[in-house]
């Protein structure tokens, strides 16, 4: 299944160690939400592995050298409300000079279709490259709609980020955004009936804030 499917899998070890605790269910509130700001500064230090460096004379305590320093475009987070914010203090750790940008989407229990509520973004997103967060890559379809969006407010270079994925929503990002680079830390078996991963780990968002 994973071979006909445009995705990358970060399958670190340290990741699916971390991953695997989150899934547990006796885990609670505070392990989860810690294991998930933990996995998400492993998972951007490998997205960012081939971001452009430049040169940069510097000096140190003892003699000039030339260093290296992140060149191209500045970054720009995005997490998708509210499960997203679990994500967001991982990658800000790994690069504190990004600037976060807010998308919110909720699935529609009937229709499972994304309903978009909220969007504040950086007024620069075209300049910037984009890293959209959302724990969950399930249908798809608020993935789907949050890209949409970005694009037409007029992002040009996006990185998705999620963790747990079905190949339903790999799939529908594979037809509809191509151009995005979509990086999972596992692709799960299916969606149920519901429209949940499985064997996925649960709501996310209610299992990062406690509202069970």
């Not at 970060?10 to 509130?29: A, F, N, S, V, Y």
């Not at 807010?102 to 229709?111: E, K, L, N, S």
């Not at 270079?157 to 594979?174: D, F, T």
Request: charged fraction near 25%.
């Amino acid at each position: 299944m994973a071979e006909e499917l445009k995705v990358q899998v970060i399958d670190h070890p340290l990741i699916q160690h971390k991953l695997t605790l989150m899934r547990k269910k006796e885990t609670g509130t505070k392990d989860f939400r810690e294991l998930l700001e933990e996995i998400s500064m492993l998972m951007t230090y490998e997205i960012t592995r081939d971001f452009p460096l430049e040169d940069v004379e510097i000096e140190t305590p003892v003699a000039k050298c030339t260093g290296k320093q992140l060149g191209g475009k500045k970054v720009g987070v995005v997490p998708i409300l509210r499960a997203g914010l679990g994500m967001l203090s991982g990658v800000i750790n790994m690069i504190p000079a990004a600037r976060v940008g807010h998308v919110g989407m909720y699935r529609d229990p009937a229709t499972l279709k994304p309903v978009e509520y909220y969007c504040k973004l950086p007024k620069d997103v075209a300049e910037r490259t984009l890293i959209v967060v959302d724990p969950m890559l399930a249908t798809g379809g608020s993935a789907d709609a949050a890209l949409s969006l970005l694009k037409q407010k007029g992002a040009k270079s996006i990185i998705m980020m999620c963790l747990v994925s079905a190949p339903e929503g790999i799939r529908l990002l594979n037809q509809h955004h191509p151009d995005v680079p979509l990086y999972v830390a596992a692709i799960d078996e299916r969606l149920n009936d519901k429209g949940y991963i499985v064997p996925g780990l649960g709501d996310a968002g209610d299992r990062i804030f406690g509202t069970l």
